[in-house]
């Protein structure tokens, strides 16, 4: 006797992301997902200036903004065969690590962290015995037995006063929750520091992006941050300075809190190293270019397939034609016009809307495929395509990873429980652990190269006549992006962005072969059809983001996620 | 501590861009003095919050559900927004205005003192332009705007003569020189 389980989170808006799962004796054996938002947002840039792409790309998604904005320009450099100089090069990089810091922190602290953590079993805790946990840890000095007294204090406070606002969303209770009272106070009190440095990252994106949300200094070709060491109105050394500290700061807060956090959630949550994998073929793609060209990267990139670590198909430069060349849509399961796998210059966005029909049509996502395969995108995509390529950093950080988390379970963990719904939490933690180490470098970098008196900044773009094809990725926190952008006559002729979100939300293709999260899915355990928080689990674990993106703020409606149990 | 005034909206998403389109028209005919800062956040979710994080007096603009005709005019104050619970939480679009208040009301750092500026839309699919009710409603946003910077005593005077603004994302099509 199976139960069908769906949940349709209807928040201010009509519905992001739908998920259907059949669950038979408490296990998951199908699953669907399913966009529940037209987008194409792509065809407002019929016809414009590619220079300006990059403005109204990163108005796709509210969250993801900086991403698109990189990828755009980078589509637009590559259909023109441009160079950009060194200190762009860098300076992008350091907007891009900051932003992803960032996304990774809200995502864990802000997003996710109340799927494992009962933020009222934390009333419970001895502030003295959290203390001297997070003590046993880390050296973070933010881990005072007065800091967590302080926080036992208010929460109990707000729980007196009825006014868990924030939390009434949490499943505490719930009898998949594990954490002792005392982890779930270290837990809540971290979620409160990181306010901070999730501020800190956005100033480092501000000074050197102008402004955040929505960065204004890129420019197709290059940057638009003046340099000179001797002028305040441009990028001179206290900025360069100011940024530094805060990315020595977050650095902190990322080893001595995040890390440890993460270690050991996974840690008490032994059983989720063990489910939620699903598809274990992984994409990602070259990031952080060290020269003009984008010929030679920091992190690797590649594909690897069937989670075989000893095979890796490198992807090694922008205009990869491994990359290009194998990257397809399919809409056979997607209400759009028609029932075609194409390449994205060869797209069209036609929607064609019909009833939520889990054997037909039943998303507005459409589903990427590689060579026909279906892949997963994100940080563990990142830290298995790395550690596979021996990328040094990344394997470091992995195997700190599963031998603290592996202490503190008091078990001897190895690579392959990272294909799993924690794996995915672990590796996206690993990942921000490196990107917080090489903003060092990259601002390094960028230091001597202006101090060798190298001021250049952008490479002016010229669009010659006739039609040019090119494409842009970005190895974003959510994983593979790529802008494809067709050009005719120096305006644009098609465009497409083919999103993290959409490689792993994306529903069946012709061939019925499941997408990673529908896969992720089967086999997760459900303990209550009526509080599905395991599938909530596996889901977070993506970072989904799927709206992209309106804003319409509900006051006076009463907000309320529709699970229903049939 | 500067007043902030912060417009809330997408405005690749029609009657989304309200909150973008009424800051436009009252920085065209209003100045703002040394103590406030005026800025669009787009549509921020949790990036929201280091914007309000221990903040002083804050207007918002953004477009708001309620049970009225598209362009009516809604005016809330704190209470209002952090008086309720909220909604699950898959993508980190959702948490947005309410959710970063009350998390930051929980930790002690919310704003202390805010007036949000809503209009009700009517259209929220791709577009960039306002609809007629909406387009409407903007002059009577900004008057609401202006208003709400006086009751906070914070500086604001209207301008002898208006500015005109040109938006980034004006739906004219530009074709490169």
């Not at chain 1, 992006?209 to 305040?232: E, M, S």
């Not at chain 2, 929220?124 to 008057?143: E, Q």
């Given at each position: 006797?199976?139960?069908?389980?769906?949940?349709?989170p209807?928040?201010?808006i009509?519905?992001?992301?739908?998920?259907?799962?059949?669950?038979?004796?408490?296990?998951?054996?199908?699953a669907?997902?399913s966009?529940?938002?037209?987008?194409?947002?792509?065809?407002?840039?019929?016809g414009?200036?590619p220079?300006?792409?990059?403005?109204?790309?990163?108005?796709?998604?509210?969250?993801?903004?900086?991403?698109?904005?990189i990828?755009?320009?980078?589509?637009?450099?590559?259909?023109?065969?441009l160079?950009?100089p060194?200190?762009?090069?860098?300076?992008?990089n350091?907007?891009?690590?900051a932003?992803?810091?960032?996304?990774h922190?809200?995502?864990?602290?802000?997003?996710?962290a109340?799927?494992?953590?009962d933020v009222?079993?934390?009333?419970k805790?001895?502030?003295?015995?959290?203390?001297?946990l997070?003590?046993?840890?880390?050296?973070w000095?933010g881990?005072?037995?007065?800091q967590?007294?302080?926080?036992k204090?208010?929460l109990?406070?707000?729980?007196?006063?009825?006014?868990?606002?924030i939390f009434?969303?949490?499943?505490?209770?719930?009898?998949?929750?594990?954490?002792?009272?005392?982890?779930?106070?270290l837990a809540?009190?971290?979620?409160m520091q990181?306010l901070?440095?999730q501020?800190?990252?956005?100033q480092v994106v501000a000074i050197?992006?102008?402004?955040?949300p929505?960065?204004?200094?890129?420019?197709?070709g290059?940057?638009?941050n003046a340099?000179?060491l001797?002028?305040?109105a441009?990028?001179?050394?206290?900025?360069l300075?100011?940024v530094?500290?805060?990315?020595?700061?977050?650095?902190g807060?990322?080893?001595?809190?995040?890390f440890?956090?993460?270690?050991?959630v996974?840690?008490?949550?032994?059983d989720?190293?063990?489910?939620g994998?699903?598809?274990?073929?992984y994409?990602?793609?070259?990031?952080?270019?060290?020269d003009?060209?984008?010929?030679?990267?920091?992190?690797?990139?590649?594909?690897?397939?069937?989670?075989?670590?000893?095979?890796?198909?490198?992807?090694?430069?922008?205009g990869?034609?491994?990359?290009?060349?194998n990257?397809?849509?399919?809409i056979?399961?997607?209400?759009y016009d028609?029932?075609?796998?194409?390449h994205p210059?060869?797209?069209?966005t036609v929607?064609?809307?019909?009833?939520?029909?889990?054997?037909?049509?039943?998303s507005?996502?459409k589903?990427?495929?590689?060579?026909?395969?279906v892949m997963?995108?994100?940080?563990?995509?990142?830290?298995l395509?790395?550690?596979a390529?021996?990328?040094?950093?990344?394997?470091?950080?992995?195997?700190k990873?599963?031998?603290?988390?592996?202490?503190?379970?008091?078990?001897?963990?190895t690579p392959a429980v990272?294909?799993?719904t924690?794996?995915?939490?672990a590796?996206?933690?690993?990942?921000?652990?490196?990107?917080?180490?090489?903003?060092g470098?990259?601002?390094s970098?960028?230091?001597?190269?202006i101090?060798?008196?190298?001021?250049?900044i952008?490479?002016e773009?010229?669009?010659?006549?006739?039609?040019?094809?090119?494409?842009?990725?970005h190895?974003?926190p959510?994983?593979t992006?790529?802008?494809?952008?067709?050009?005719?006559?120096?305006?644009?002729?098609?465009?497409?962005?083919?999103v993290p979100?959409?490689?792993?939300?994306?529903?069946?293709?012709?061939?019925?072969?499941a997408?990673?999260?529908?896969?992720?899915?089967?086999?997760n355990?459900?303990a209550?059809a009526e509080?599905?928080l395991?599938v909530?689990?596996?889901?977070?674990?993506f970072?989904?983001?799927i709206a992209?993106?309106?804003?319409t703020?509900d006051?006076e409606g009463?907000?309320?996620?529709r699970?229903?149990a049939? | 501590?500067?007043?902030l005034?912060?417009?809330?909206g997408?405005?690749?998403?029609?009657?989304?861009?309200?909150?973008?389109?009424?800051?436009?028209?009252?920085e065209?005919q209003?100045v703002?003095?040394?103590?406030?800062?005026?800025?669009?956040?787009g549509?921020?979710?949790?990036d929201l919050s280091?914007w309000?994080?221990?903040a002083?007096q804050?207007?918002?603009?953004?477009?708001?559900?309620a049970?009225?005709?598209?362009?009516?005019?809604?005016?809330?104050?704190?209470a209002?927004?952090?008086?309720?619970?909220?909604?699950?939480r898959?993508?980190?679009?959702?948490?947005?205005?309410?959710?970063?208040l009350?998390?930051?009301?929980?930790a002690?750092?919310?704003?202390?003192?805010i007036?949000?500026v809503?209009?009700?839309p009517?259209?929220?699919?791709?577009?960039?332009?306002?609809s007629?009710a909406?387009?409407?409603?903007?002059?009577?946003?900004?008057?609401?705007?202006?208003?709400?910077?006086?009751?906070?005593?914070?500086?604001?005077?209207?301008?002898?003569?208006?500015?005109?603004?040109?938006?980034?994302?004006?739906?004219e099509?530009r074709i490169?020189?």
């Amino acid at each position: 006797m199976s139960t069908h389980i769906t949940v349709d989170p209807v928040t201010r808006i009509e519905g992001h992301l739908r998920i259907d799962v059949e669950v038979d004796h408490g296990v998951v054996t199908k699953a669907w997902s399913s966009g529940q938002m037209f987008r194409g947002i792509e065809r407002i840039l019929q016809g414009r200036d590619p220079r300006e792409a990059w403005l109204f790309t990163q108005r796709f998604c509210g969250v993801c903004t900086t991403v698109h904005a990189i990828a755009s320009v980078r589509a637009v450099e590559n259909a023109l065969h441009l160079e950009i100089p060194k200190n762009a090069q860098y300076i992008r990089n350091l907007i891009v690590i900051a932003h992803a810091l960032h996304d990774h922190i809200v995502h864990f602290y802000q997003l996710s962290a109340l799927d494992w953590v009962d933020v009222l079993s934390a009333v419970k805790a001895d502030p003295a015995k959290t203390s001297a946990l997070a003590g046993s840890l880390s050296n973070w000095p933010g881990n005072s037995t007065q800091q967590f007294q302080a926080v036992k204090d208010r929460l109990t406070g707000f729980v007196a006063k009825g006014q868990l606002g924030i939390f009434t969303n949490g499943y505490w209770g719930h009898p998949a929750m594990h954490l002792s009272p005392e982890v779930n106070l270290l837990a809540v009190s971290h979620y409160m520091q990181a306010l901070d440095y999730q501020r800190k990252a956005n100033q480092v994106v501000a000074i050197l992006g102008g402004k955040t949300p929505n960065i204004q200094n890129l420019a197709v070709g290059g940057v638009a941050n003046a340099i000179n060491l001797d002028n305040d109105a441009t990028l001179n050394m206290t900025k360069l300075y100011q940024v530094k500290e805060l990315l020595d700061e977050m650095k902190g807060f990322i080893e001595q809190v995040y890390f440890v956090d993460v270690c050991a959630v996974a840690a008490m949550y032994p059983d989720w190293l063990k489910v939620g994998a699903g598809v274990t073929n992984y994409l990602s793609v070259p990031d952080l270019p060290l020269d003009e060209k984008g010929a030679t990267f920091e992190f690797p990139g590649g594909t690897i397939f069937d989670g075989d670590l000893s095979h890796v198909t490198p992807i090694t430069s922008f205009g990869d034609p491994y990359f290009q060349k194998n990257v397809t849509e399919s809409i056979a399961h997607s209400w759009y016009d028609g029932d075609w796998q194409r390449h994205p210059y060869q797209e069209d966005t036609v929607p064609k809307y019909s009833e939520y029909d889990a054997d037909g049509k039943y998303s507005w996502i459409k589903s990427p495929r590689f060579d026909g395969h279906v892949m997963q995108v994100g940080p563990l995509a990142q830290v298995l395509v790395g550690f596979a390529q021996g990328h040094e950093p990344t394997k470091r950080w992995a195997v700190k990873t599963l031998e603290t988390a592996g202490k503190i379970a008091g078990a001897t963990l190895t690579p392959a429980v990272l294909h799993s719904t924690l794996g995915r939490h672990a590796a996206r933690m690993i990942r921000c652990c490196v990107l917080s180490e090489l903003a060092g470098k990259h601002w390094s970098l960028l230091a001597e190269n202006i101090g060798k008196g190298d001021t250049t900044i952008f490479n002016e773009p010229v669009f010659p006549k006739g039609e040019q094809q090119g494409f842009g990725f970005h190895e974003a926190p959510r994983g593979t992006l790529s802008h494809w952008i067709v050009i005719e006559n120096g305006t644009i002729k098609n465009y497409q962005a083919v999103v993290p979100s959409t490689w792993n939300a994306g529903p069946r293709d012709a061939r019925n072969q499941a997408g990673p999260y529908e896969a992720s899915l089967v086999g997760n355990p459900v303990a209550d059809a009526e509080q599905p928080l395991e599938v909530i689990r596996t889901i977070h674990s993506f970072d989904p983001c799927i709206a992209c993106a309106i804003h319409t703020l509900d006051v006076e409606g009463h907000e309320v996620s529709r699970v229903r149990a049939l | 501590m500067p007043t902030l005034v912060l417009s809330l909206g997408n405005v690749l998403m029609s009657d989304d861009g309200l909150g973008p389109a009424v800051l436009r028209a009252f920085e065209e005919q209003y100045v703002v003095g040394p103590d406030v800062v005026v800025m669009d956040l787009g549509t921020p979710g949790l990036d929201l919050s280091p914007w309000l994080a221990d903040a002083g007096q804050v207007v918002l603009i953004d477009t708001v559900k309620a049970p009225l005709p598209p362009g009516s005019l809604r005016l809330y104050q704190k209470a209002d927004l952090v008086g309720q619970g909220t909604g699950v939480r898959i993508s980190p679009h959702d948490p947005g205005v309410k959710e970063t208040l009350l998390a930051l009301e929980f930790a002690g750092r919310a704003p202390t003192d805010i007036a949000l500026v809503g209009i009700v839309p009517e259209v929220t699919t791709m577009g960039l332009d306002l609809s007629p009710a909406v387009a409407a409603a903007v002059p009577a946003a900004v008057r609401a705007v202006a208003a709400a910077l006086e009751r906070f005593g914070a500086g604001v005077s209207r301008r002898a003569e208006p500015i005109a603004l040109e938006p980034w994302w004006s739906a004219e099509v530009r074709i490169p020189a």
